[in-house]
């Protein structure tokens, strides 16, 4: 059984592009970073909502890292990241692939990356008032402070990704009549280009696999592998 296995009776111009489990993951992360956005600004008593967001945020991170290699054919960072000789032929015009184009590819490349950086910054970071990240323990609070600034400064450019990938979809949408957000609700591309092949690979086992590393750093993240803290030393009574 594969998780990306065709319809019946699909037309002979359509192709599967995103695995369900990748579009699980896309729609997934763009809820979370959603919910890590608004309750980060809102500060407080969204701290707490903030941090769990971004240990959800890890933990599908490390399913996408295992999927890249585990998952579907279109799904495989093998199918997507190439050098600068592809990336010279999109500009031309001469690249007729499906999935992410070469310069997407990039910024997906970017945006996993970037996410990764914010979630490894704030697991150590602090607000200096009532939140701690879950690993703060771990760095002490120097380098818990030096984490948080950056974990602050980056979210600007995380934001300037994000816009950036959301006017790119629009830009398609307009100028090249090509919906980009369909196929990542269906899977399903219409008219793909001669020579595409059937997406393969992907299977119930990899998937498994993939949900089991991204668990375990869900639970990573969350401190849950610390040491108990020591408990609190009794005090003496004062007569």
């Given amino acids: 059984m594969r998780l990306d296995s065709r319809r019946d009776g699909a037309a002979a111009s359509r192709l599967r592009l995103w695995d369900l489990p990748t579009r699980l993951f896309h729609w997934t992360l763009v809820v979370l970073v959603a919910i890590a956005f608004v309750s980060g600004f809102k500060g407080g008593n969204g701290m707490d909502i903030h941090g769990k967001a971004g240990i959800g945020i890890a933990g599908l991170l490390a399913f996408r890292l295992v999927w890249g290699f585990a998952g579907s054919t279109y799904a495989r960072f093998a199918s997507f990241v190439r050098g600068p000789a592809v990336i010279r032929t999109y500009l031309?015009?001469?690249?007729?692939?499906?999935?992410?184009?070469?310069?997407?590819?990039?910024?997906?490349?970017?945006?996993?990356?970037?996410?990764?950086?914010?979630?490894?910054?704030?697991?150590?970071?602090?607000?200096?008032?009532?939140?701690?990240?879950?690993?703060?323990a771990l760095a002490g609070k120097d380098t818990s402070d030096l984490l948080t600034g950056l974990h602050r400064k980056s979210l600007w450019l995380l934001l300037a990704l994000v816009g950036l990938h959301?006017?790119?979809?629009?830009?398609?949408?307009?100028?090249?009549?090509?919906?980009?957000?369909?196929p990542m609700?269906?899977?399903?591309?219409?008219?793909?280009?001669?020579?595409?092949?059937?997406?393969?690979?992907?299977?119930?086992?990899?998937?498994?696999?993939?949900?089991?590393?991204?668990?375990?750093?869900?639970?990573?993240?969350?401190?849950?592998?610390?040491?108990?803290?020591?408990?609190?030393?009794?005090?003496?009574?004062?007569?």
């Fill in 92 to 136: 031309r015009g001469e690249w007729h692939g499906v999935g992410h184009n070469p310069l997407g590819a990039l910024s997906v490349l970017a945006l996993l990356g970037l996410l990764a950086f914010q979630v490894g910054t704030g697991l150590f970071g602090n607000d200096d008032i009532a939140f701690n990240g879950p690993l703060q």
């Fill in 166 to 182: 959301v006017a790119a979809i629009g830009y398609y949408a307009r100028a090249k009549k090509e919906n980009l957000v369909r």
């Fill in 185 to 239: 609700i269906t899977g399903w591309t219409d008219a793909p280009p001669e020579g595409a092949r059937p997406a393969s690979g992907g299977g119930v086992l990899a998937f498994l696999f993939a949900v089991a590393v991204g668990l375990l750093a869900a639970c990573a993240a969350s401190g849950a592998f610390l040491p108990p803290p020591p408990p609190p030393a009794a005090s003496s009574p004062d007569w």
